[in-house]
T-cell receptor, first 117, second 112 residues
Framework: EPEVTQTPSHQVTQMGQEVILRCVPI?????FYWYRQILGQKVEFLVS????????KSEIFDDQFSVERPDGSNFTLKIRSTKLEDSAMYFC???????????????FGEGSRLTVL | GEDVEQSLFLSVREGDSSVINCTYT??????LYWYKQEPGAGLQLLTY?????DMKQDQRLTVLLNKKDKHLSLRIADTQTGDSAIYFC????????????FGAGTRLAVHP
């Protein structure tokens, strides 16, 4: 069964350091997303990405965050200078088509846990 | 802004029915979803309902939608220990590229 894979599963970093979280989407999917969940809180939308550009982003996704698909396969989330409050589980998700138009589902990876010290 | 609320914990006996409730605020919600998260795994779509439906049944799962009260529920019949997980309610509206708004998740514990 096709799946979304994320690396690393857990990363510990010092405040101020750059972090790159990686996601390998399902091969024929076109839409890519990052969500995050701070421990004990809701899963929050960060950004959606289609056709090599950001489609939508939330208020959380400020200038410290960036996404790209550098080699046509990996989809990455970069946090330029991590803060303590960036500690969370980051989920990558992908879909073949936009859910509202065809009820296709979002496929989530297992998440990358980021701990900022 | 949009918000989705769920109770955080539910404990049921094996074989009983579980009912997980969710309320949302966005009146333009088009699709409402239930996702399941097992320990160490990602979120898996269980079922969804379109906003013009009142009910959807899929094997042991029954989704009820009260659009007037903006209330969504998930009923799991004959709950098994394998159903123990966190269940997330989520909603989306048209026009967004799958900007799902999630609740905090309900942890379902099934005991013998």
């Amino acid at each position: 069964e096709p799946e979304v894979t994320q690396t690393p599963s857990h990363q510990v970093t010092q405040m101020g350091q750059e972090v790159i979280l990686r996601c390998v989407p399902i091969s024929n999917h076109l839409y890519f997303y990052w969500y995050r969940q701070i421990l004990g809180q809701k899963v929050e939308f960060l950004v959606s990405f289609y056709n090599n550009e950001i489609s939508e982003k939330s208020e959380i996704f400020d200038d410290q965050f960036s996404v790209e698909r550098p080699d046509g396969s990996n989809f990455t989330l970069k946090i330029r200078s991590t803060k303590l409050e960036d500690s969370a589980m980051y989920f990558c998700a992908t879909s073949g088509l936009a859910v509202p138009s065809n009820t296709g589902e979002l496929f989530f990876g297992e998440g990358s846990r980021l701990t900022v010290l | 802004g949009e918000d989705v609320e769920q109770s955080l914990f539910l404990s049921v006996r094996e074989g009983d029915s579980s009912v997980i409730n969710c309320t949302y605020t966005d009146s333009s919600s088009t699709y409402l979803y239930w996702y399941k998260q097992e320990p160490g795994a990602g979120l898996q779509l269980l079922t969804y309902i379109f906003s013009n439906m009142d009910m959807k049944q899929d094997q042991r799962l029954t989704v009820l939608l009260n659009k007037k009260d903006k209330h969504l529920s998930l009923r799991i019949a004959d709950t098994q220990t394998g159903d123990s997980a966190i269940y997330f309610c989520a909603e989306s509206s048209t026009g967004g590229y799958n900007k799902l708004i999630f609740g905090a998740g309900t942890r379902l514990a099934v005991h013998p």
